[in-house]
T-cell receptor
Framework: TQLLEQSPQFLSIQEGENLTVYCNSS?????LQWYRQEPGEGPVLLVT???GGEVKKLKRLTFQFGDARKDSSLHITAAQPGDTGLYLC???????????WGAGTKLIIKP | NAGVTQTPKFQVLKTGQSMTLQCAQD?????MSWYRQDPGMGLRLIHY???????DQGEVPNGYNVSRSTTEDFPLRLLSAAPSQTSVYFC????????????FGQGTRLTVV
């Protein structure tokens, strides 16, 4: 059973469109991270959110942590081909050292 | 800045062969881990270590061994390769406490035939 459910699993859209990726759980996390992974590379951290209701912006990317710290979203405005990649969310719990990973959203932005 | 270095990048093994995937980090991180990544399944934790001399099992440890004799190195050993171990393997490191940024190597694409 996946503790962190990501949706959609796959998304292919045209350049300039907006999109939102979701990361949901029934568990409470002390923090949640979003990573982007490009083909042939390891994941690279985009952002960490730690406070319920927190919103962080990274250029055209907006990350939100749910009020109850059980879910998060990533919104991309005016997507660019350079945004193409696999987006992974990962949650941290106080009870153990391991990160809990979502299965990922494969995003393709077509020129 | 080397970060996390994994070798080899690609490997083909025959069923029953053994091999070691190397991982080294130069950031003095206490926490190191090994994941396997399969399509549609995200990253699954194989083994992890919170410091030299300390290792523990993750979600999918069977068929793999690890050791941590130094802070820098965390090799992963496949004892007797099976086709089910065909995957992409990533080593990662981070500082403690929990929730800090994980730094990943470039991965090893392993095929077992």
């Amino acid at each position: 059973t996946q503790l962190l459910e990501q949706s959609p699993q796959f998304l292919s859209i045209q350049e300039g469109e907006n999109l939102t990726v979701y990361c949901n759980s029934s568990s409470v996390f002390s923090s949640l991270q979003w990573y982007r992974q490009e083909p042939g590379e390891g994941p690279v951290l985009l952002v960490t959110v730690v406070t319920g209701g927190e919103v962080k912006k990274l250029k055209r990317l907006t990350f939100q942590f749910g009020d109850a710290r059980k879910d998060s979203s990533l919104h991309i405005t005016a997507a660019q081909p350079g945004d193409t990649g696999l987006y992974l969310c990962a949650g941290s719990m106080d009870s153990n050292y391991q990160l809990i990973w979502g299965a990922g959203t494969k995003l393709i932005i077509k020129p | 800045n080397a970060g996390v270095t994994q070798t080899p990048k690609f490997q083909v093994l025959k069923t029953g062969q053994s091999m070691t995937l190397q991982c080294a980090q130069d950031m003095n991180h206490e926490y190191m881990s090994w994941y396997r990544q399969d399509p549609g399944m995200g990253l699954r934790l194989i083994h992890y270590s919170v410091g030299a001399g300390i290792t523990d099992q993750g979600e999918v440890p069977n068929g793999y061994n690890v050791s941590r004799s130094t802070t820098e190195d965390f090799p992963l050993r496949l004892l007797s390769a099976a086709p089910s171990q065909t995957s992409v393997y990533f080593c990662a490191s981070s500082t403690l406490p929990r929730g800090t940024e994980a730094f990943f190597g470039q991965g090893t694409r392993l095929t077992v035939v």
